[in-house]
């Protein structure tokens, strides 16, 4: 095995780390890539987090991406989802069509409202996950037609918004991580902006700039994304995903 991390691997690591410190909670990432690294972060660095098949049972071992046979810890119904949400410990991770310079999301809709050039999945989820839970959006293709100066539809809320929607909104409103195929990013900048935390190996400022449809704040000592050390590599590789489906994602 080459000890050389592709950067797929560099973004499972990178979303391994948004499930850190995150101690005993229910993990609930939406996507392949998110659900690469919160097993890579179930076997690694958090082994009290709670993951499921993505549907309706939760897992009591960590099985390889898709596997069949999987050993089974308990059953959550469907409508026992929404208790999670509005009332338990959860970190979902989920995808973007647009996320804007406030880490506002859109799954909804592109264009007018009124009359979208292209209807989406609907905001689905996004509301009550932003309201409730600690939120975190994986792109995997970081471009200005994702990340862009105001988003056409609010699914998920960020955090300037939650906080004129009121106290309801605000309390639990925690929108953790952005994390794409060229940085990881959080809406810790002036005035609670995207900003860059790092850049991956190999990316330069100047190429995030370029690929982002706003000003963005990347800091002048910006660190660049750590790799995997050579145990994630072999759990990626070998454990959780041998078949290579993460570079559906980003290529290698």
């Given at each position: 095995m080459?000890?050389?991390?592709t950067?797929?691997?560099?973004?499972?690591?990178?979303i391994?780390?948004?499930?850190?410190?995150?101690?005993?909670l229910?993990?609930?990432?939406?996507?392949?890539?998110?659900?690469?690294?919160v097993?890579?972060?179930?076997?690694?660095?958090?082994?009290d987090?709670?993951?499921?098949?993505?549907?309706?049972?939760?897992?009591?071992?960590?099985?390889?991406?898709?596997?069949?046979?999987?050993?089974?810890?308990?059953?959550?119904?469907?409508?026992?989802?929404?208790?999670?949400?509005?009332?338990?410990?959860?970190?979902?991770?989920?995808?973007?069509?647009?996320?804007?310079?406030?880490?506002?999301?859109?799954?909804?809709?592109?264009?007018?409202?009124?009359?979208?050039?292209?209807?989406?999945l609907?905001?689905?989820?996004?509301?009550?996950?932003?309201?409730?839970?600690?939120?975190?959006?994986?792109?995997?293709?970081?471009?200005?037609?994702?990340?862009?100066?105001?988003v056409?539809?609010?699914?998920?809320?960020?955090?300037?918004?939650?906080?004129?929607a009121?106290?309801?909104?605000?309390?639990?409103?925690?929108?953790?991580?952005?994390v794409?195929?060229?940085?990881?990013?959080?809406?810790?900048?002036?005035?609670?902006?995207?900003?860059?935390?790092?850049?991956?190996?190999?990316v330069?400022?100047?190429?995030?700039?370029?690929?982002?449809?706003f000003?963005?704040?990347?800091?002048?000592?910006?660190?660049?994304?750590?790799?995997?050390?050579?145990?994630?590599l072999?759990?990626?590789?070998?454990?959780?995903?041998?078949k290579?489906?993460?570079?559906?994602?980003?290529?290698a």
């Amino acid at each position: 095995m080459s000890e050389q991390a592709t950067r797929a691997d560099v973004c499972a690591a990178a979303i391994a780390d948004a499930f850190r410190d995150d101690g005993e909670l229910f993990a609930s990432p939406m996507g392949l890539l998110p659900m690469l690294g919160v097993r890579l972060a179930k076997l690694t660095s958090n082994p009290d987090l709670v993951i499921s098949d993505g549907e309706s049972l939760f897992l009591a071992g960590v099985p390889p991406l898709f596997a069949k046979g999987v050993v089974v810890e308990g059953w959550i119904p469907f409508r026992k989802v929404f208790d999670v949400v509005a009332h338990g410990r959860r970190h979902v991770m989920m995808g973007a069509t647009q996320v804007d310079r406030h880490g506002n999301q859109n799954i909804s809709a592109i264009g007018d409202f009124d009359r979208p050039r292209r209807q989406l999945l609907g905001s689905r989820g996004a509301p009550g996950n932003t309201v409730n839970n600690r939120t975190s959006y994986w792109v995997p293709k970081h471009s200005p037609r994702v990340f862009v100066e105001q988003v056409d539809v609010v699914s998920g809320v960020g955090p300037a918004r939650a906080r004129e929607a009121g106290p309801a909104a605000a309390r639990f409103n925690d929108i953790h991580r952005v994390v794409s195929n060229l940085a990881v990013l959080d809406v810790r900048g002036e005035g609670d902006t995207l900003r860059v935390l790092s850049l991956h190996p190999g990316v330069g400022a100047d190429e995030v700039r370029e690929a982002t449809g706003f000003d963005l704040d990347v800091p002048a000592d910006v660190v660049t994304t750590r790799e995997p050390t050579l145990e994630e590599l072999v759990i990626i590789r070998e454990v959780l995903d041998p078949k290579g489906l993460r570079f559906k994602e980003v290529p290698a």
